[in-house]
């Protein structure tokens, strides 16, 4: 089936440090990957997404690759900065399933301090 | 920028009550969807809608569970008899053809039933 499993939360960094949120997945099909933000008392927000293996993407600073070999879609920021603060959830939407449902990960909740 | 909006933004009911939960998807879209979130736990898929009728629901929709797009613009959930267990925050999403394109949420409802 499909299942996204990411890292565990919380997690709290100074300004400027570098973000890694570690996600893989597993599906039947050929997914699409997304990570999506949720800022505090606000819905599910796209940051980024990558519909194919290898592709890129990226918003805002952060990037993501699309790695088919290792079933993973990790989440990266080189500088983070106090308003960056939120919950981020990995998802995967599978192309080959009619109703394209999305499928969460935990979400990984961010706290960056000064 | 065109966005999903959900009234109410809080709702509060007893055990046993029916409630309706309201979204307006955006405009041009023609998929919708509800999902759950219960606090601390993964974003749960409930039910996908297209050309009014549903193409595909989880388990966690069972006969409590309606779905209805009664005017072209609104799309309701529905919960005949809420139980404690229902208390979650409760997602709306719309998306436009495309299976590679994302889903667009809204700030969700957040449903306590005591």
């Known amino acids: 089936g499909n299942s996204v499993t990411q890292m565990e939360g919380p997690v709290t960094l100074s300004e400027e440090a570098f973000l890694t949120i570690n996600c893989t997945y597993t599906a039947t099909g050929y997914p699409s990957l997304f990570w999506y933000v949720q800022y505090p008392g606000e819905g599910l927000q796209l940051l980024l997404k990558?519909?194919?293996?290898?592709d890129k993407g990226s918003n805002k600073g952060f990037e993501a690759t699309y790695r088919k070999e290792t079933t993973s879609f990790h989440l990266e920021k080189g500088s983070v900065q106090v308003s960056d603060s939120a919950v981020y959830f990995c998802a995967l939407s599978d192309q080959e399933n009619t109703g394209n449902q999305f499928y969460f990960g935990t979400g990984t909740s961010l706290t960056v301090i000064p | 920028e065109p966005e999903v909006t959900q009234t109410p933004s809080h709702q509060v009911t007893q055990m046993g009550q029916e409630v309706i939960l309201r979204c307006v998807p955006i405009?041009?879209?023609?998929?919708f969807y509800w999902y759950r979130q219960i606090l601390g736990q993964k974003v749960e898929f409930l039910v996908s809608f297209y050309n009014n009728e549903i193409s595909e629901k989880s388990e966690i929709f069972d006969d409590q569970f309606s779905v209805e797009r009664p005017d072209g613009s609104n799309f309701t959930l529905k919960i005949r008899s809420t139980k404690l267990e229902d208390s979650a925050m409760y997602f709306c999403?719309?998306?436009?053809?495309?299976?590679?394109?994302?889903?667009?949420f809204g700030p969700g409802t957040r449903l306590t039933v005591l």
């Open positions: 999403a719309s998306r436009w053809d495309s299976p590679y394109n994302e889903q667009f």
């Open positions: 990558a519909t194919k293996a290898d």
């Open positions: 405009s041009n879209h023609l998929y």
